[in-house]
């Protein structure tokens, strides 16, 4: 992920200037630095530096920030260190005509700031269920498609009072075309849907016409429109859209009063009240209530109007402006349904703590872009920050502990660190972190990041567990620790097997059973390592065609007559799994039917929580297991490709509630993440 961000900023740095001067960290006082490690091979994978582990940066007083960077550049694993700089946008707002009088209303929706990272993939529709369109209006006819008159059926669905040429430009008018006015979204098709003459009209007619803008191709139907009477056939239709998954926007009424009009009190339809951006309060005129989702502007609201231009108020005006936000969301991504914009919307607002009853707040057209990408995900920019976000979502504090260990026993707090680069001493701690409710921090290229000194600050644990020898963790980590006053102690063997089975024998496991995993495959053992936790089942690695003496003996020794095998032949051998006592496999075609099969064998019930993680690397996920026993919450894994296995892995659970997605879109990529949610929300 790292490598990305760096390509990005050598990217802008043709498009943008670069002031001298610095970029502040989040401290005032601290500078940031950026650090390029060496690339360098890694003993356990035999694979090469990964992007993530290549670039880093900390957070460095000012004051120390030369002294620093001479230190980092004489050290021999660092290519280089210096310090970030900062990169200025070079966004311009649009050069349309009346644009001032709209600049307002779109800055404090974040419009302008949205456009610089707005990249429309595909073009969406949005029906304009109203009064109709002026159907030669310069800023509108570029982008009409066909639509139809349900007043005159003969007739084209031409506008006859301006309320829908209002509504029309503020959803889709031309923007940056040296006139009128802008909308934010851009390149929006627009349905005209006549439904009214003068200012009222029957509910069948709006009925018929919500009906026909599903079944001509309609992403977003515009309702600036209803009633304080509900009609059974009303809700049906809405429904029908919604199934098509098609987003319905309404508009929540303007009498000032604690009521909220038809159908936009629906939980479906995604309801609009109205502030006055001028004042930073509720428009005066704008329903309030309980089922309204979102507010957006309202008030002296500028548009497009018969043969040109006029000044509005209303939620018809709020609602035709979240209709072209949520445009926006769905021409970015396009794989949205109309539901799932809607929760975008909703929990991408600006909270108004000052204005009661107007749903979650004030529309936020540059956060609704970034959620789509960050919803439910626990993540940072490499394996160590993902680890260090999940302690500080899984321990606010930490609790105290006993430990017996080289004939001692420790009473206190305790956190795990285990290398970053190498999954099995990491795994092998899951029940331990489980047993101990710790922590389990990484640490990559022979250095304590400072975002996980910070950390341990925070924890501030009297013990730290490290898991391996110096192979895994260098004594230098193990100085670094110890000049932050806690007490380390190193738990290791001479390879990973005994390492494991020294984790193991920390634990006064009650159990007769253990589960045996791969010690040079991690995807079997991610699969059971949230059970082995909660369990309190030991994980034990074995090699393909053998075990390793320790793992005999720790059987032997422990009573274990029952060893559940996870994975394949191809994993695991039959000859193997012949010498294990009471083995019993569990396996599937490839490691994501494999997840499946151990879910199938081992969930509990009453699980309401799952993580999700990718199948194809292991850090990311190699912090949850702890958490993940502690929640009950399972760990499914991931194919980015299309599998059949997610959903029905997912089915599993029929209590599931919530969900997390471990690692950032690099892992996991949006598409797949919003696949999630809606397996998550089916039933």
Not at 163 to 191: D, F, P
Not at 384 to 412: R, Y
Not at 605 to 616: D, M, R
Request: aromatic share 8%; with cysteine; proline share 4%.
């Amino acid at each position: 992920m790292k490598m990305r961000v760096i390509v990005s900023i050598l990217f802008l740095i043709g498009c943008v200037v670069l002031p001298n001067g610095f970029a502040q960290a989040e401290n005032e006082n601290d500078v940031r630095v950026l650090i390029v490690h060496k690339d360098e091979g890694d003993v356990s994978t035999q694979s090469s530096t990964t992007s993530e582990d290549k670039y880093e940066v900390v957070s460095v007083p000012k004051e120390d920030v030369s002294d620093t960077l001479s230190k980092l550049n004489g050290d021999r694993d660092i290519e280089s260190a210096e310090v970030d700089q900062l990169v200025y946008t070079q966004a311009l707002p649009p050069n349309d005509t009346y644009f001032e009088k709209q600049s307002r209303d779109f800055e404090v929706m974040k419009v302008v700031e949205a456009w610089e990272q707005y990249e429309p993939e595909e073009e969406v529709t949005v029906a304009i269920v109203d009064s109709g369109i002026d159907l030669k209006h310069p800023e509108l006819r570029s982008r009409l498609i066909e639509g139809k008159n349900f007043i005159h059926e003969d007739e084209p669905p031409m506008d006859s009072t301006g309320h829908g040429t209002h509504v029309a430009g503020l959803v889709g008018a031309v923007t940056n075309n040296k006139m009128g006015i802008a909308s934010a979204a851009k390149n929006v098709k627009l349905m005209p849907v006549k439904v009214f003459e003068g200012k009222t009209t029957y509910m069948s007619t709006v009925i018929q016409g919500i009906r026909y803008s599903v079944d001509h191709g309609a992403d977003i139907i515009n309702l600036s429109l209803g009633s304080y009477n509900n009609m059974d056939a009303l809700e049906d239709a809405i429904d029908y859209a919604v199934d098509k998954g098609v987003l319905v926007v309404g508009a929540a009424g303007n009498d000032n009063d604690h009521a909220v009009l038809y159908p936009a009190t629906y939980a479906d339809v995604l309801a609009v009240g109205s502030i006055d951006s001028a004042k930073g309060t509720k428009s005066a005129f704008s329903n309030y209530g309980e089922t309204i989702d979102v507010s957006a502007p309202g008030t002296n609201i500028f548009s497009t109007w018969m043969s040109g231009y006029e000044t509005l108020d209303g939620t018809s005006m709020s609602t035709a402006i979240v209709s072209s936000v949520s445009s926006m969301v769905k021409q970015q991504y396009p794989f949205l349904t109309g539901l799932q914009v809607k929760d975008v919307m909703e929990n991408s607002a600006t909270p108004l703590p000052q204005i009661e009853l107007l749903g979650k707040g004030l529309i936020n057209a540059e956060e609704a872009l970034n959620y789509v990408k960050t919803k439910n995900r626990i993540y940072g920019q490499t394996s160590v920050e993902t680890a260090v976000n999940i302690s500080q979502n899984g321990w606010p504090s930490l609790k105290e502990k006993e430990l017996k260990m080289d004939g001692e026993t420790l009473n206190g707090s305790f956190v795990i660190l285990a290398s970053g680069n190498s999954f099995p001493d990491s795994l092998a701690a899951s029940p331990l972190g489980a047993y101990l409710d710790s922590p389990i921090l990484l640490t990559k290229n022979g250095k304590l990041s400072e975002s996980v000194k910070e950390e341990l600050k925070r924890l501030n644990p009297t013990h730290v567990l490290m898991m391996g020898g110096q192979n895994a963790i260098s004594s230098g980590v193990e100085n670094e620790v110890k000049n932050l006053e806690i007490d380390t102690r190193r738990i290791y063997g001479l390879d990973r097997y005994e390492t494991a089975v020294a984790i193991n024998e920390l634990i006064p496991y009650t159990s007769n059973k253990a589960f045996v995993v791969s010690g040079q495959n991690y995807p079997d053992a991610l699969s059971i390592a949230s059970y082995s936790g909660r369990l309190q089942y030991p994980v034990l690695f074995v090699q393909k065609e053998n075990i390793p003496l320790t793992v005999r003996s720790y059987m032997e020794e422990n009573d274990i007559s029952k060893t559940y095998v996870i994975g394949g032949q191809g994993i695991i051998s039959s000859k193997v799994e012949d010498n294990l006592p009471g083995h019993f496999r569990i396996y599937g075609l490839d490691r994501y039917e494999t997840n499946m099969k151990v879910h199938q064998t081992f969930a509990s019930k009453g699980a309401e929580s799952l993580y999700f993680a990718t199948g194809k690397k292991f850090p990311d996920a190699l912090s949850i297991s702890p958490l993940a026993s502690r929640t009950d919450s399972p760990i499914v894994l991931v194919d980015n490709k299309e599998n059949p296995e997610l959903q029905k892995s997912i089915n599993v659970f029929t209590n599931r509630k919530s969900y997390h997605i471990l690692g950032g879109p690099g892992a996991i990529p949006v598409q797949k993440a919003w696949q999630i949610d809606q397996y998550m929300k089916s039933k």
